[in-house]
């Protein structure tokens, strides 16, 4: 005998005279029948969105460190630079107070350009960069068959 293959009924198997045929408790039969497989993918699918979740978590984490990573290592190449831009000035004009006010206005200078500048230099290309790796990452999920739930 051959078995029987049984389809979750959808809206279109439902239309027309296909469902004045089907009597009332073949409905019936078929949840309390794949009420098992029904859990078991509400189970699977619960952990998979778990799983995205963590690696979301993970890929952001890990961005996030390794920016404020680049950020200190730029502060103390900056605060050495600093020190040593100060020291220079301070022996061509044999005092260590100017070289030193002059390294300080210099990145008085620095700090307000940034402050003008902000919205080129670091929101913009920030949005960019989110926007691309979240493509590139919606692409990652396509290539291992993985769809997103609106």
């Not at 200190?72 to 020291?87: N, P």
């Not at 044999?94 to 940034?114: K, P, T, W, Y």
């Not at 929101?123 to 396509?142: K, M």
Request: glycine share 6%.
């Amino acid at each position: 005998m051959i078995p029987v293959i049984r389809r979750p009924p959808t809206v279109g198997y439902l239309s027309g005279e296909i469902s004045r045929m089907l009597p009332r408790d073949d409905f019936s039969t078929f949840f309390r029948e794949n009420k098992a497989l029904l859990r078991e993918y509400v189970d699977v699918r619960t952990e998979l969105l778990r799983l995205q979740g963590i690696r979301l978590l993970a890929r952001s984490f890990s961005f996030l460190m390794v920016g404020v990573v680049v950020v200190l290592m730029a502060l103390f190449i900056l605060f050495f630079l600093g020190i040593a831009f100060a020291y220079w000035i301070a022996s061509i004009t044999g005092s260590q107070i100017v070289g030193f006010l002059c390294a300080a206005a210099l990145f008085l200078v620095v700090l307000v350009l940034f402050i003008a500048l902000r919205r080129v230099l670091f929101q913009n290309p920030l949005i960019r960069l989110f926007i691309r790796e979240s493509d590139s990452h919606a692409d990652e999920d396509e290539e291992y068959g993985e769809t997103r739930q609106p």
